[in-house]
Every structure is written in structure tokens, then in C-alpha cells.
């Protein structure tokens, strides 16, 4: 059987290498596969999100898991979607500048979040949750 911290830092691997083509085909001015893979990155990342904000954190909260460190977690989601929208704007301007600055704070933004998430956070989840990890797991692909 999977973990959570498996899982998810799966889905952030995933994510992870979306962003770095998409940077890749910003800097390169291929706005047109820029356009594309920055997409698929940003809804990824939509559902990364989803899967936490709907399912998992709420789940270890009902738990009596710890409420500071989730709150953490959404206010540092809220800053990367505000990010991720001035990143499709400068997609759609077509402005590697603009991008290759945005995509920089995004990637420290990225590392440090993804850090707590995947050495503290889930930890925390899969001892909590350990009874109903599976079905959680189930519950998240699905959204």
C-alpha cells in the first residue's frame, strides 16, 4: 500500500518536471509549446491543490491533526496561485523576461513549500490517518 507522503510527493515530482519544460520553452521563446506545457502545469497544480484543500487537509483536521501547519500550507498555496496567474499572463504576452523572474520565486517558493509538506506535513498525515489511508488516497485521485 502507498503513503500519503508517497503519493503526493509523487503528484509533486510530476508537477515539478511540468514546470521545468515550461520554463524551458518560456526561455526559449517557444511561446506555442510554452503556452502548452505552462497549461498542463497549471492545472496539475490546480489539482495538487484540490486534492489537499478538499480531501486531505480537511480530513487531518476533522483528525485532530495539527491546524497551524495547514494553515501554513494554504496561505503558501494562495502565494503560488497568484504567481502561476502572473506567470499566464507573461505567457501570454509573450515575455521571457517577465517569466524567467516569476518562474524563479515560483521555484524557491516550490522547493521550500513542497519541503514541509513531504518531511512534515504528510508524515503527520500518515500516522494520523494511517486507519484510512488508502480510501483517502482513493478519494483524492478522484477529484
Same mark, same amino acid.
Given at each position: 500500500? +502507498?503513503?500519503i ?9 510530476a ?10 520553452a518560456?526561455?526559449?521563446n517557444?511561446w ?9 502545469f ?6 495538487h491543490?484540490?486534492?489537499e484543500?478538499e ?7 476533522s483528525?485532530?491533526?495539527p ?6 500550507m494554504?496561505?503558501?498555496h494562495? @502565494?503560488i +496561485? ?8 507573461a505567457?501570454? @504576452? +509573450?515575455?521571457a523576461?517577465?517569466?524567467?523572474g $516569476?518562474?524563479?520565486? $515560483?521555484l524557491i517558493?516550490l @522547493?521550500q513549500h513542497?519541503h +514541509?509538506e ?7 498525515a500518515?500516522d ?5 489511508r488508502?480510501? $483517502?488516497?482513493?478519494?483524492m @485521485?478522484?477529484?
Amino acid at each position: 500500500m +502507498k503513503t500519503i507522503t508517497e503519493f503526493m510527493t509523487a503528484d509533486h515530482t510530476a508537477c515539478d518536471d511540468e514546470f521545468a519544460r515550461a520554463e524551458e520553452a518560456a526561455l526559449a521563446n517557444n511561446w506555442s509549446k510554452a503556452e502548452t506545457v505552462f497549461n498542463k502545469f497549471r492545472d496539475d497544480m490546480a489539482h495538487h491543490f484540490k486534492m489537499e484543500e478538499e480531501i486531505l487537509f480537511p480530513t487531518l483536521k476533522s483528525a485532530g491533526g495539527p491546524a497551524g501547519p495547514v494553515h501554513v500550507m494554504l496561505m503558501e498555496h494562495a @502565494q503560488i +496561485k497568484e504567481l502561476l496567474k502572473q506567470m499566464a499572463e507573461a505567457v501570454a @504576452q +509573450k515575455n521571457a523576461k517577465s517569466y524567467g523572474g $516569476l518562474s524563479e520565486t $515560483l521555484l524557491i517558493v516550490l @522547493q521550500q513549500h513542497n519541503h +514541509k509538506e513531504e518531511n512534515i506535513l504528510y508524515g503527520m498525515a500518515d500516522d494520523i490517518l494511517a486507519n484510512e489511508r488508502e480510501a $483517502l488516497i482513493e478519494r483524492m @485521485q478522484a477529484v
